[in-house]
């Protein structure tokens, strides 16, 4: 190395630094933390207060969930036990009443519909605490106007039929605890025929089951029904109405029909109100009978 300082130069000897290699770690700190022990001095009384805390809750939850399900009402799909209302133009069959109070009766709302067929077999009805085991009527003016009805193998207390206009009535093959059938000829009476079946609904067939009673009304409005068939229907402690109806062909046959008052005192009752154009009543006995 050398140093020039005015106009001087000043050479030095080279002097070489040993390369030190050095190797830096921080202190590792290590610190215990206290540990902390308490005693609840419940005694005897833990398990117990323990065992009761787990069934309260245990109670809450199942509770929650009754509460839970309990506040949902699933509405009813027909036939079971419930009020239907079906309107003009439905095609579906409607679900029940969402909601409604708990009902074992089977219930139709008719009210300007159009219905290509409506079977009920194989049913069984009846309550001490209703009227009317089976009820189809209109109120008002309107008028359920049906293409062919047939009551086949019914078993009831009493039956009666009133305030309807029947184009074709047949009776036959019945047993009753007596039989009073006054229907009165009228000219005018029309044979009621569902041709077209367009955009009528088709309801499934109601078989099989068991209901306080079923009702088939029409309140608002005229209603049509293509083919309705009441067959092997067993009834008890109440009986069968039909009114306010305007029918083809109604047969009545091969039913049991007697609340066991003796034959004198009428249990199969076609009344005066009943206007028809032709009729054939065969083969109707009068025997003691009387439905249980």
Same mark, same amino acid.
């Given at each position: 190395?050398k140093i020039t ?52 809750a245990g109670l ?9 399900? @309990? ?17 003009? =133009?439905?095609?579906? #069959? ?52 049906v293409d062919e ?45 569902? @041709? ?9 067939? #109601? ?64 009344? @005066?109100?009943?206007?028809? @154009? ?5 083969? =109707? ?8």
């Amino acid at each position: 190395m050398k140093i020039t300082f005015k106009s001087r130069t000043f050479r030095f000897p080279k002097i070489y630094i040993p390369k030190i290699k050095a190797k830096l770690s921080f202190p590792i700190l290590e610190m215990a933390i206290p540990r902390l022990r308490t005693k609840l001095g419940l005694g005897d009384n833990f398990r117990k207060i323990m065992g009761i805390s787990l069934s309260m809750a245990g109670l809450i939850i199942v509770g929650s969930v009754y509460f839970a399900i @309990a506040g949902v009402n699933q509405a009813s799909v027909f036939p079971a036990a419930d009020t239907y209302s079906i309107k003009a =133009n439905t095609t579906n #069959v409607p679900v029940g009443q969402e909601g409604s109070e708990v009902t074992q009766t089977l219930k139709l709302n008719l009210n300007n519909s159009r219905i290509k067929s409506l079977i009920i077999d194989d049913i069984n009805v009846g309550s001490t605490t209703i009227t009317d085991s089976l009820k189809i009527f209109a109120t008002g003016s309107y008028w359920i106007e049906v293409d062919e009805l047939l009551i086949d193998n019914m078993t009831t207390p009493d039956f009666v039929l009133s305030n309807s206009e029947i184009y074709n009535l047949v009776v036959k093959d019945n047993k009753a605890d007596g039989n009073s059938f006054s229907p009165t000829l009228t000219n005018g009476i029309v044979d009621v025929v569902l @041709a077209s079946e367009r955009g009528a609904i088709d309801l499934p067939a #109601v078989t099989g089951s068991d209901y306080d009673r079923i009702i088939i009304e029409t309140a608002s409005a005229n209603s049509q029904i293509g083919k309705l068939h009441i067959k092997n229907l067993k009834a008890y402690d109440e009986g069968v109405v039909l009114s306010n109806l305007k029918v083809g062909t109604l047969t009545i046959q091969n039913s049991s029909i007697g609340s066991g008052s003796g034959i004198n005192s009428a249990d199969f009752k076609i009344l @005066a109100d009943v206007k028809i @154009a032709q009729s054939t009543l065969t083969n =109707n006995a009068e025997v003691p009978i009387s439905v249980k």
